[in-house]
Every structure is written in structure tokens, then in C-alpha cells.
């Protein structure tokens, strides 16, 4: 693998965000400098690592590729529970004819960022340790850098190969630990396991170092404890340590309480939410990662995209109480499309919007399924009727799996934010999409109310891919779920599959 250091990159990408408001991002101009000016203080040391952080997720590949966030988009657009219309954006993940293909843009770009990000990270972590300046900050950065470089291994962990319960030592990615430079050497696929244990590792060095940290409430970008053991819950479960994964997720939601049923109504746009444990704050001149919000919006008019709309069928999972459900509307123009109104831009006229990364929601999700993948029906249930009291929803009294009514519950409370392909991949599911049709084979014919009472009818519209590129069906384990890897990659790196 042909790498060089990137940390100027990153501190190129701080200089940007110098304009936005400090109290944000609380960044500086600056301009690529040599490693000796970025480690002299502690102070310099902390600009580089915000301009890593922006680095994924303030950096345009394409208006399709704003950042690394799109990611969480490309997940969802193949799964279940997203119909997809052909506007510009997401329309080849959710045939998936794009992310199995190593030649496609997005795919260099999800690699690219993780990648130059963790060697960033390698960097930063190589040189922390002699910055001098205050030690208690000096052992903050070093934590948050340590989780950041988890992270990114997770992520890789999650879409570069099955999950550990279908194949523990399938190929995955390669395993950097230490600063590239133009003749490194580039590395085989660790396996998935060894991927995990990655990740771990650098989330579990991290949260000693972050215990004493408290950020503000403007400052939810920044990694702190409850982040670290959000991402080690999520780390956990996916590699099917279910007892761990209750522990981090209860230390990750404290302090954290369940938003109200008027909060969940608000558009998922502003880290003020109380439930929100990490998000990415955004600002009229800084809003790359809100970009996401032109697909993901379906209601707004500045929206550009407006292409992320539900399943028909995903609507029937709800009870009519819940307070999600309301946010459910068919579209009277067009085809007739339902509408899940869960995101919204907090200020269409600046086009800005709050980038939500994790939620205590999450954390009790994982928490329940934790319990019930170690065979606690009775506790898995306690923790999942805490979630659906919080959204007026009806309670769990058993019957059926409890296992699949959690990840059940975790597409109804999670939608748009990321977890489709994850779930899918980690349990080892398969995708399942099916006409919208009547059960004579018609068109399904929907009864819109108006609000001067009329009646509007419009054809139901629903998912319009509903088999694999080469005309198979939808299968578990199926090729098509995992992410490529680049084609430069394959071209510059001679051991990648050795």
C-alpha cells in the first residue's frame, strides 16, 4: 500500500474551518507545517487533531461523498427499509451496483478517508507522548486520537467482510499501526477478528485517558468517555462479546436520558438533543456533513434530492401510538411515495443541520440485544420496553424471538442513521424487499385525508430493486453486501491477499 503522512492534510482542513465560530470548532489558520511546529505544544498538537476530525467529515469528494457520514447513507440505501428513488446520489448502493464494484468513486473514497485518517492518527499517537505543555491535556488528546483510530477500524471491520459469527477468520483489511511513509511497505487483510481486536484495543487504551474529560454542550464532536464506551458497545456486540456489550453500553448512555416523543418530532438536526451522546455541530460556513441532509430530508423544499424515502411496508411495524409513527405521510405529488419525516434541516435557509453520530436509544438497544444473545429473555425484554415506553410504543410481553424483535426495533428507532448494512452483515441477514403491491397483484391504491377533509388517491410506490445485479434473489451472506476494496489498492499493494 502506497501511503505518505497526511497529517498536513489534516491541518490544511483546520485552516478551513478557521472562520467558523470558535466556540465550535475553536480552530486557527494554519497552513501545512512541518511535524516540529505541530508538536512544540500541546495547543498546536490539538489543532491537528481537529483538523483530522474535519478531515472526515468536512471534505467534498462529491455532492454524493460529503464527508465521511455518507457512509451511514450508503448503509442504509442498502438495506431494507429505504426506498430509494433514481435521484441523483445513493441510486447504485441501493442496487447494489456500486459498492461491490472496486472501480466506483465512492468506494476509493469510504477507504480513502478511513485510511488517511488512521494514518493521521498513527502520526499523532508516534509523537504525542514528547509534546511538551500540560500533561492532563497531552493525555486527553492522546485518548481522543486512540478512539478516533478505533473507530475507523471498526467501521472497516463492519462492511469489508462477514460478520465473526458467519466467518471469524475471513479476510478483511489491512492493519496499520504505525506513521507511513512513500516506502512502507503496503499489508495483507488481517481478518476480521484481528480487525475487532484492532479496534478494541484502541477504544479500550482510550477510555482511562478520557475518564476525567467533560466537554460542553457545543462540543459534542469531541470524543469523550461515553463516546469511547459507545463505540466499544457497539465493538462488543458485533463481534459477539455480548456481556462486554452491556457493560459499555450502560456506561456510554449515562447521563444521557431518552428524548421525548416532541423531540423526536423535531427533525434529528441539533446536538442540543439531550439524548444525543455524539454528533457533528454544523454552521452556515461549515456544513459539509449536513449536506447528507438533501437525501435524507424528504419534506423540506430547499432539500435538493429528497430521495430517501421509507418502504410502505416499513410503516406497518409501528403501532399507531407511537410517536414515530406520525411522522409518516404519503406524498400527494408524484408518484406517491411515503414520506418518513425524521430529518429535517433545523435552518433550510442556511441549509444547516446537526449531524447526529450516536444516541442513548442505541445504547439500550445494544444492551437488550446483549441480554438476549446470552440467553436473558427476561432482562433483554426489561431494557427493550424502556425504549418503546419513551416512544409511547406497545410493551414486549414475549412471544417470539426477543432477538428479532430487538433488531426489529433497532431498524424502527435507527432508521436513516446508519445500521441497515451493519445489522445485516453482522448477523449474518439478508436483505428483504418486496412489491408493494396489493394481494390481488394490483396497484396498491392509498387514501391520502386532506386537511379540508377530501380524499386524495394515489398509487402506492415502493421499492423498485428488488433482486441483486445478476438477477439472484436476496440472500444471507450474499457478495454484493460487502464493500470492494479499491482498485489502486489492488493495483499498488502486491500483498494485500497474500
Known amino acids: ?130 509534546v511538551p505543555g500540560d500533561d492532563a491535556k497531552r493525555k486527553l488528546l492522546k485518548g481522543q486520537a486512540s478512539a478516533l483510530r478505533g473507530w475507523c477500524y471498526l467501521t472497516l471491520a463492519e462492511f469489508y467482510s462477514f460478520g465473526v459469527t458467519t466467518n471469524a477468520s475471513g479476510k478483511s483489511v489491512p492493519i496499520y499501526t504505525d506513521p507511513a511513509n512513500p516506502s512502507t511497505p503496503g499489508k495483507a487483510r488481517s481478518t476480521v477478528t484481528q480487525v475487532y481486536q484492532q479496534a478494541i484495543s484502541d477504544l479500550q487504551a482510550a477510555v482511562p485517558l478520557l475518564t476525567d474529560y467533560s466537554r460542553s454542550g457545543t462540543q459534542k464532536f469531541k470524543i469523550d468517555a461515553n463516546v469511547t464506551n459507545g463505540l466499544l458497545a457497539r465493538a462488543y456486540l458485533y463481534s459477539n462479546q455480548p456481556d462486554k456489550a452491556i457493560a459499555a453500553a450502560v456506561a456510554a448512555r449515562n447521563g444521557y436520558p431518552l428524548m421525548s416523543g416532541d423531540d423526536y418530532n423535531k427533525g434529528f438536526n441539533d446536538v442540543s438533543n439531550p439524548e444525543w451522546i455524539w454528533g457533528q455541530p454544523q454552521t452556515p460556513s461549515q456544513n459539509v456533513a449536513a449536506s447528507t441532509f438533501n437525501f435524507l430530508d424528504v419534506s423540506t423544499p430547499v432539500a435538493y434530492y429528497k430521495s430517501f424515502k421509507a418502504d410502505p411496508w416499513f410503516q406497518g411495524y409501528f403501532d399507531s401510538t407511537d410517536v414515530r409513527f406520525r411522522l409518516f405521510q404519503w406524498s400527494t405529488s408524484g408518484p406517491g411515495a411515503l414520506l418518513y419525516k425524521k430529518f429535517r434541516f433545523r435552518d433550510p435557509g ?68 446508519g445500521f441497515s448494512l451493519v445489522d445485516i452483515i453482522r448477523t449474518g441477514g ?69
Open 350 to 417: 442556511a441549509m444547516v443541520s446537526d449531524v447526529v453520530l450516536m444516541r442513548s436509544a442505541e445504547m439500550y438497544l445494544i444492551e437488550a440485544e446483549g441480554y438476549a444473545r446470552t440467553s436473558n429473555a427476561t432482562k433483554a425484554a426489561e431494557v427493550l420496553n424502556v425504549l418503546r415506553t419513551a416512544r409511547n410504543s406497545h410493551l414486549y410481553g414475549g412471544g417470539g424471538s426477543v432477538t428479532d424483535t430487538i433488531l426489529l426495533e433497532r431498524r424502527k428507532e435507527l432508521w436513516g442513521e
Open 1 to 130: 500500500m502506497k501511503k505518505n503522512r497526511l497529517l498536513f492534510i489534516a491541518i490544511f482542513a483546520a485552516a478551513v474551518l478557521a472562520a467558523c465560530n470558535k466556540d465550535y470548532l475553536n480552530t486557527r489558520p494554519t497552513n501545512a507545517v512541518p511535524d516540529d511546529q505541530v508538536f512544540n505544544t500541546v495547543d498546536n498538537a490539538e489543532t491537528a487533531l481537529t483538523g483530522i476530525w474535519a478531515y472526515m467529515f468536512e471534505t467534498y469528494f462529491t455532492f454524493a461523498v460529503p464527508g465521511i457520514k455518507s457512509l451511514d447513507l450508503t448503509s442504509d440505501a442498502m438495506g431494507s427499509d429505504v426506498a430509494l428513488t433514481t435521484s441523483y446520489g445513493f441510486r447504485d448502493s441501493y442496487t447494489f451496483n456500486e459498492m461491490a464494484d472496486n472501480t466506483k468513486n465512492r468506494v476509493s473514497a469510504y477507504w480513502t478517508i478511513l485510511y488517511k485518517t488512521i494514518d493521521n492518527c498513527n502520526n499523532f499517537l508516534s509523537k504525542i507522548d514528547k
Open 430 to 498: 439478508t436483505v428483504v424487499r418486496k412489491p408493494f403491491k396489493s394481494y390481488t397483484g394490483a396497484d396498491s391504491i392509498i387514501n391520502v385525508p386532506q386537511p379540508d377533509g377530501s380524499i386524495v388517491q394515489v398509487r402506492g410506490v415502493g421499492h423498485r430493486t428488488l433482486k441483486l445485479p445478476d438477477g439472484s434473489a436476496f440472500v444471507k451472506n450474499s457478495s454484493y453486501y460487502l464493500f470492494a476494496v479499491p482498485i489502486a489498492e489492488l493495483q499498488n499493494n502486491p500483498n494485500i491477499n497474500n
